[in-house]
Each structure stands twice: as structure tokens, then as C-alpha cells.
């Protein structure tokens, strides 16, 4: 998967794995928590600060704004630095286990998690 798409639980999965840490991902605690370090600045906020991630704001033409870093952009400003992070780390691309796929789709389901 292109590290530019990535997103919600797969994008938090991904930031756990540059991070060396590969805790199993299932949000709800039962394999183990993957930190929401793309919505949650108290999980995201130090990486940002450690791996010095500059993050800009631009307007867009057709209204808002888009976020970006000297290597990914998001709508939010965690989601394009922890995209800059992962690519970073583990490339343009990432391989996503089907299982994580697979729990991901059921997180989004069940969690709001205020970044959209």
C-alpha cells in the first residue's frame, strides 16, 4: 500500500512498525492497542518533535487546506507528518498484512475517530 493512502488504523499499524515496536494490531485490546498516533497529539506530538517533522499549511483551490511535510501531505497536520514518518522509515510502500487489513476495516466501523 502507498504510504501516501494510508490512514486511520492502518496508518497508526504502520507508524507502530517504524517505531520497531509491532504490537499486534486490534485496537480494542485484545491482541493489543496500536496507539492513535494519527489523530492523538499526546501519541503523535513526540514523534514530531523528535524526528524534527517541519509541517506546513497550504490552501487549496477548491477551499480548505492540505497539510504537508517535505515528504507526505494529509488532511490533518498528525496524518501528514506520521505519513513523513513512515515513508521515512519503511518507504514509499508498505506491506499491509491481511489480518491487519482485515481488523482495520472493523476499527473504522466501530471507532469515530475525529479526524474526518
Known amino acids: 500500500m502507498k504510504t501516501s493512502e494510508l490512514k486511520d488504523g492502518i496508518l497508526d499499524w504502520?507508524?507502530?512498525k517504524a517505531?520497531?515496536?509491532n504490537t499486534?494490531?486490534?485496537?480494542w485490546g485484545q491482541k493489543g492497542k496500536v496507539p492513535?498516533?494519527?489523530?492523538?497529539w499526546a501519541q503523535g506530538g513526540p514523534i514530531i518533535e523528535r524526528e524534527q517533522i517541519d509541517i506546513q499549511c497550504f490552501p487549496?483551490?477548491?477551499g480548505g487546506v492540505v497539510w504537508r511535510t517535505f515528504h507526505a501531505d494529509g488532511p490533518?497536520?498528525?496524518i501528514a507528518a506520521m505519513r513523513c514518518f513512515v515513508a521515512l522509515?519503511?518507504?514509499?510502500e508498505v506491506d499491509v498484512p491481511d489480518d491487519v487489513l482485515r481488523d482495520a476495516e472493523l476499527d473504522d466501523l466501530i471507532y469515530d475517530r475525529g479526524d474526518e
Do not use: M
Not at 499486534?24 to 485496537?27: D, E
Not at 492513535?36 to 492523538?40: A, I, K, M, P, V
Open 24 to 27: 499486534p494490531y486490534n485496537s
Open 36 to 40: 492513535f498516533y494519527s489523530t492523538d
Open 14 to 16: 504502520a507508524v507502530d
Open 89 to 92: 522509515r519503511l518507504g514509499d
Open 76 to 78: 490533518t497536520p498528525l
Open 19 to 21: 517505531l520497531n515496536l
Open 60 to 62: 487549496r483551490k477548491s
